[in-house]
C-alpha cells in the first residue's frame, strides 16, 4: 500500500498561511496533480509530505503510519525536481545510481537496477555522458530514472516540465503516465499548467491561497466548476464569464437587450466555455466580431455582446472579419452561473437558458 493522508494540515511563515488546514487524499498507484497559480501554496504542500518542511498543525500519513515528523530518508519517497538537481561532474549513470550508492547498496545490484530503469526512460545509450552533454527532455529522464530507481512506490513531482519547451513537455506528459501506471506508483505531481493536470491526473487538488478550492476527476472540475476561479482556471481558452443584469424579460448580458436566462440577473456571472458557443441564424444575442484567430486546427473569434466580450472556439477556419455582425447561442446545458459577489457556483433550478432557442 502506498497511500498518503493529509489531516488538516497547516503551515505556517510568520504571520503568512502558506497552507491553511489542507485535507486530502493521494489514493494507491494514482496520480494525484496539485494544480494552482503560482504563490498558492502547491509546493508547499508537496515539501510538506516529502519532509523538507515541517507541519505547524495537522498530520501527514503514508502507508497508515504517521510520517509529521519523521526525516525525509524515513518516508520512502522519491522526488523529482524542476531543476533536475543533476551533479555535473558526474555521468547520467552515476547521477541515477547516487542513492544507491549512498545507501550502500551492493553495485551489482545497482548495475542490474540501472539497466532496468534506463530501459524504461530510453536512456541505455547515453549512460556515460555528463549533465552538460545532455538535451533537457534528457536531462529530465535522467531525474526521473534517479527516482525509479530507489524503488519506492511514492513519487513526488514539484513542476518538472516547466524548464522544457512545449513539444518536449507534450511527449514527457505521455512518458510519465505511462511509467505511473506500468510501475504503479503513487504520484503526487504540482503544476500550473491545466493541461499537464487535465492530460495526467487521475485527480486534481485546484489550490488557491493555501486552501483546496476544488478537488474531483478533471472532468468534474471542467464541467462543474464551483467558483469563477475554478472557472477561470480550467479550460483553453479560458471559459466566458459575462456580467448579468436584469431585463423586461429576464437576465440580459450587461449593456444587450435580449434575455439570455428566465428571472433575475442583477449579481450574477454567466459562465459559457468557449467551444459550447455557435454561430446562429435565429435566437441566441446579437454580437459584433472584434477579431478573429485562425489557430489551423481551430479558430478563436472574439465577439462583443452588450458591454462584454465572448470568445467562441469553431474548428477549422472561420472567416469573419472584424465589425461583422453575427448571432451567438449556446446549449442550455452548458450554462453556469455564479454570484458575483462570492464567487461561488448557482443551481440554476428555474432559470430555464433562453440563449439557443
Given at each position: 500500500?502506498?497511500?498518503?493522508?493529509l489531516?488538516?494540515?497547516?503551515k505556517?511563515?510568520?504571520?503568512t498561511?502558506?497552507v491553511?488546514?489542507?485535507?486530502l487524499?493521494a489514493d494507491?498507484a494514482k496520480?494525484?496533480?496539485?494544480?494552482g497559480p503560482?504563490?498558492?501554496?502547491?509546493?508547499t504542500?508537496?515539501?510538506?509530505i516529502?519532509?523538507l518542511?515541517?507541519?505547524?498543525?495537522?498530520?501527514?500519513?503514508?502507508?497508515?503510519?504517521?510520517v509529521t515528523?519523521l526525516?525525509?530518508?524515513?518516508?520512502?519517497v522519491?522526488?523529482v525536481?524542476q531543476?533536475?538537481?543533476?551533479f555535473?561532474?558526474l555521468?547520467?549513470?552515476?547521477?541515477?545510481?547516487?542513492?544507491?550508492k549512498?545507501r550502500?547498496v551492493?553495485?551489482?545490484?545497482?548495475?542490474?537496477?540501472?539497466?532496468?530503469?534506463?530501459?524504461?526512460?530510453g536512456?541505455?545509450?547515453?549512460?556515460?555522458?555528463?549533465p552538460?552533454?545532455?538535451?533537457?527532455?534528457?536531462?529530465q529522464?535522467?531525474?526521473?530514472a534517479?527516482?525509479?530507481?530507489?524503488e519506492n512506490?511514492?513519487c513526488?513531482?514539484?513542476?518538472?516540465?516547466s524548464?522544457?519547451?512545449?513539444?518536449?513537455?507534450?511527449?514527457?506528459?505521455?512518458?510519465i503516465?505511462?511509467l505511473q501506471?506500468?510501475?504503479?506508483m503513487?504520484?503526487?505531481?504540482?503544476?500550473h499548467?491545466?493541461?499537464e493536470?487535465?492530460?495526467?491526473?487521475?485527480?486534481?487538488?485546484?489550490?488557491r491561497?493555501?486552501?483546496?478550492?476544488?478537488?474531483?476527476?478533471?472532468?468534474?472540475?471542467?464541467?462543474r466548476?464551483?467558483s469563477?476561479?475554478?472557472a477561470?482556471?480550467i479550460?483553453?481558452?479560458?471559459?466566458?464569464?459575462?456580467?448579468l443584469?436584469?431585463?423586461p424579460?429576464?437576465a440580459?448580458?450587461?449593456?444587450?437587450?435580449?434575455?439570455?436566462?428566465a428571472g433575475a440577473?442583477k449579481?450574477?456571472?454567466l459562465?459559457?466555455?468557449?467551444e459550447?458557443?455557435?454561430?446562429?441564424?435565429?435566437g441566441?444575442?446579437?454580437?459584433?466580431v472584434?477579431?478573429?484567430e485562425?489557430h489551423g486546427?481551430?479558430t478563436v473569434?472574439?465577439?462583443r455582446?452588450?458591454?462584454?466580450?465572448?470568445?467562441?472556439r469553431a474548428t477549422?477556419?472561420?472567416?469573419?472579419a472584424?465589425?461583422?455582425a453575427?448571432?451567438?447561442?449556446?446549449?442550455?446545458?452548458?450554462?453556469?452561473?455564479f454570484?458575483?459577489?462570492s464567487?461561488?457556483?448557482?443551481?440554476?433550478?428555474h432559470?430555464l437558458?433562453?440563449?439557443?432557442?
Amino acid at each position: 500500500m502506498s497511500e498518503i493522508v493529509l489531516e488538516k494540515v497547516l503551515k505556517r511563515f510568520g504571520a503568512t498561511r502558506a497552507v491553511d488546514g489542507v485535507s486530502l487524499r493521494a489514493d494507491v498507484a494514482k496520480l494525484l496533480v496539485l494544480l494552482g497559480p503560482s504563490g498558492c501554496g502547491k509546493s508547499t504542500l508537496l515539501r510538506l509530505i516529502a519532509g523538507l518542511e515541517e507541519p505547524s498543525e495537522g498530520r501527514i500519513m503514508i502507508d497508515g503510519r504517521d510520517v509529521t515528523r519523521l526525516h525525509p530518508d524515513q518516508r520512502r519517497v522519491s522526488m523529482v525536481f524542476q531543476s533536475y538537481a543533476l551533479f555535473p561532474h558526474l555521468s547520467a549513470a552515476e547521477n541515477i545510481v547516487f542513492g544507491l550508492k549512498v545507501r550502500h547498496v551492493p553495485q551489482a545490484e545497482r548495475e542490474q537496477r540501472l539497466a532496468k530503469v534506463a530501459s524504461l526512460v530510453g536512456l541505455s545509450e547515453q549512460l556515460g555522458r555528463k549533465p552538460w552533454q545532455l538535451s533537457g527532455g534528457q536531462r529530465q529522464r535522467v531525474a526521473l530514472a534517479r527516482a525509479i530507481v530507489a524503488e519506492n512506490k511514492i513519487c513526488l513531482m514539484d513542476e518538472p516540465l516547466s524548464n522544457l519547451d512545449a513539444q518536449l513537455r507534450h511527449g514527457m506528459r505521455v512518458e510519465i503516465r505511462s511509467l505511473q501506471q506500468r510501475l504503479g506508483m503513487t504520484v503526487v505531481y504540482v503544476t500550473h499548467d491545466q493541461v499537464e493536470a487535465m492530460s495526467m491526473a487521475d485527480r486534481v487538488v485546484l489550490m488557491r491561497d493555501g486552501r483546496i478550492e476544488q478537488e474531483g476527476t478533471p472532468e468534474e472540475l471542467y464541467a462543474r466548476p464551483v467558483s469563477l476561479f475554478a472557472a477561470r482556471f480550467i479550460g483553453t481558452p479560458a471559459m466566458n464569464l459575462v456580467a448579468l443584469d436584469d431585463g423586461p424579460a429576464g437576465a440580459v448580458i450587461r449593456g444587450s437587450p435580449e434575455a439570455v436566462l428566465a428571472g433575475a440577473g442583477k449579481g450574477l456571472t454567466l459562465g459559457v466555455r468557449p467551444e459550447h458557443i455557435g454561430l446562429v441564424d435565429a435566437g441566441g444575442v446579437a454580437a459584433e466580431v472584434t477579431s478573429s484567430e485562425y489557430h489551423g486546427a481551430d479558430t478563436v473569434v472574439t465577439a462583443r455582446v452588450g458591454e462584454e466580450s465572448l470568445l467562441l472556439r469553431a474548428t477549422g477556419q472561420l472567416r469573419l472579419a472584424a465589425g461583422a455582425a453575427v448571432r451567438l447561442g449556446w446549449d442550455p446545458e452548458s450554462v453556469h452561473l455564479f454570484d458575483s459577489a462570492s464567487g461561488r457556483r448557482v443551481e440554476q433550478g428555474h432559470r430555464l437558458p433562453r440563449a439557443a432557442q
